[in-house]
């Protein structure tokens, strides 16, 4: 199953399709419509650190945008069984990503990675933050003793993620980006250019005015709202935690090399 080497478009899809990270996914239907509810009907949680206000309150309007950006099925009366994510959209925004990295490269700019998914997709941003450094960008280090009433803000492998009880922690929170922003602030450095996370820490940036550009399932709808809408650049569908984090290795592999970083 492992592709060497770099792979073509059509060897990505292909092994999306098998490893599941694209395609029929794991995620239920009856899971997406019931979080596609969750953020129309305001619970924060579900927002990913963004400032929806009272523009997505129809969950028939959630699911639309997600057909299109995302490609689970877009009919509303199809309420439980297999969801899918299109591999091809998913392969169109990892494209549209690797223009923002090049171009971050190019200007030697300073950019944050950050993920609320480290199960799944730390070594994604960890690879993706050691191409940067190497063409000559800042990796951001994260001011010291930053915490949220989830646990402590830390940075593992240029990657900031969230730490409770000596554990890496899933979150959907955008609060762990506000302490990062905001104790730059404190310390009189400049904010990032670009931010490259997925759930509530690319939400919360972008929100916030800093470029930024993410990963996120199709469960998590936010991310591509604030992508319509043109608060997040780019946001890329994808399955965030399959049964092996080297599962998303081609795809990394398919991403540097776009972005002219290998």
Known sequence: ?????TPSRAQLVDHLVRTR??????????????HYRQLANGVRNYWLGLEL??????????????????????????RYGQDTIDPELTVDALDRMAARLRKAAEDRQRVLFATGHPGGLLDVHRATA???????????????????????????????VLEHGATLWHTHSGEPMRAILKGLEREGRPLPDLVVADHGWAGYAGQ?????????????????LAESEGTVQVVVPLDDHVVSPRHYDPMTAYLLAAAGLV
């Open 208 to 224: 916030h005015g800093v470029d930024s550009v993410g990963y996120a399932d199709c469960n998590d709808p936010a991310l591509f």
């Open 1 to 5: 199953m492992p592709i060497s080497g």
């Open 21 to 34: 990270i694209a395609g029929d996914v794991a995620t239920p239907r009856e899971n997406n419509l019931s």
């Open 53 to 78: 206000g009272d523009r997505w309150t129809d969950e028939q309007d959630v699911l639309a945008v997600m057909a299109e950006r995302v490609g689970v099925n877009d009919d509303p009366e199809y």
């Open 130 to 160: 050691a191409a940067l450094r190497a063409a000559g960008c800042e990796i951001v280090v994260i001011p010291d003793g930053l915490q949220t009433d989830e646990g402590y803000v830390m940075q593992f492998a240029d990657v900031a």
